[in-house]
């Protein structure tokens, strides 16, 4: 039996002494130059030399911080803008992630009525097969991002796919995006926002049979943003023993100091990701002295800068508390 999600994610966590995940966002256009020759064979590159590219950068990314985080997540939006060649591409990425022991979560955020969203479910959370012939292989993703908007019956197949494959889904409970308010801060006549009532509704899956790990940690984590930080320590009570996918770190403006808002006073029952910030680090003002020549290096120091950033507001969350 595949060990639960939630578990191997605290081990990976506990092994590089880290919580920050690595968002893999392969913009074209935002490519190292030596990246991108591989598919400038033409002005307007192919979608399958685009896919090329998208993968040869993602893999380099892994090689540099594979020692340094837990987890990868790969943004499918950039992937699938390459057409079928970029989906292959997100699977390659995905297997070479784990070539590399590393956990990988993609960010999908499907939803949809029952029958529709246990195929989503079957797509991204069962084995799909990439190569022909003797080079065929099976390719698994551990985790996926979930919109619960469908209720649910639209959540159910991703909870029943999670369990059955020893995967993890998280499930989008407030977003990090400066409109998010529009609905998700939309009131009822006692005052609760509707993101409350999804949070609510999320913890009773969490807790539904078989989906608690060892850890006491559940298969059905949350997408909780860094930049609402007094939003996300009220999640927090609410989702007691969820793990929460957190955004906005960084590029979007939150300081780890707001990510921290979404930890248990223990320092764990999160992960902190960042995309932007750290896979074209030298374009930060902070790196830029260092060259898109040197663009890996940048890299490395961006994510071992964050490390330390996201370690220190712990600390001091976890003083704050004493």
């Not at 968002?23 to 130059?33: Q, S």
């Not at 320590?233 to 921290?260: C, E, H, W």
């Not at 790196?287 to 020549?293: A, C, F, K, P």
Request: charged share 25%; aromatic share 10%; proline share 5%.
């Amino acid at each position: 039996m595949a060990k639960h999600f939630a578990d191997k994610l605290l081990d990976a966590i506990e092994g590089k002494q880290t919580p920050v995940v690595v968002g893999l966002d392969p913009v074209y256009e935002r490519m190292p130059k030596q990246i991108r020759e591989i598919a400038a064979r033409s002005p307007q590159a192919s979608l399958s030399e685009r896919s090329a590219a998208a993968v040869e950068f993602c893999q380099s990314i892994i090689d540099i911080v594979a020692d340094l985080v837990p987890a990868v997540k790969l943004q499918s939006a950039y992937f699938e803008m390459c057409g079928p060649s970029g989906l292959e591409a997100l699977y390659r990425v995905a297997d070479y992630a784990h070539q590399q022991g590393l956990i990988v979560i993609a960010d999908v955020k499907r939803g949809d009525i029952g029958s529709t969203a246990k195929a989503y479910a079957s797509t991204y959370l069962e084995e799909v097969y990439i190569g022909q012939g003797k080079d065929e292989k099976a390719v698994t993703i551990d985790a996926i991002t979930v919109n619960p908007y469908f209720g649910t019956d639209g959540v159910e197949p991703f909870i029943t796919a999670a369990r059955e494959n020893g995967a993890g889904i998280f499930v989008v409970v407030r977003t990090s995006n400066p409109s998010a308010g529009e609905f998700q801060d939309f009131k009822d006549a006692s005052g609760r926002r509707l993101f409350q009532f999804v949070a609510e509704r999320a913890n009773a899956w969490a807790n539904l049979p078989e989906c608690v790990g060892e850890s006491g940690y559940s298969l059905l984590g949350a997408v909780v943003p860094a930049t609402y930080p007094e939003d996300a320590k009220l999640l927090r009570a609410i989702m007691p023993n969820s793990i929460f996918l957190v955004p906005g770190y960084g590029a979007q403006g939150a300081t780890a100091d707001d990510a921290a808002a979404a930890f248990h006073e223990d320092g764990w029952g999160a992960v902190v990701t960042s995309a932007r910030g750290i896979i074209y680090a030298w374009e930060r003002p902070e790196y830029e002295h260092l060259g898109e020549m040197n663009w890996e290096q940048a890299v490395e120091v961006a994510v071992r800068d964050m490390r330390k950033d996201i370690a220190s507001a712990l600390a001091r969350r976890a003083g704050a508390e004493e």
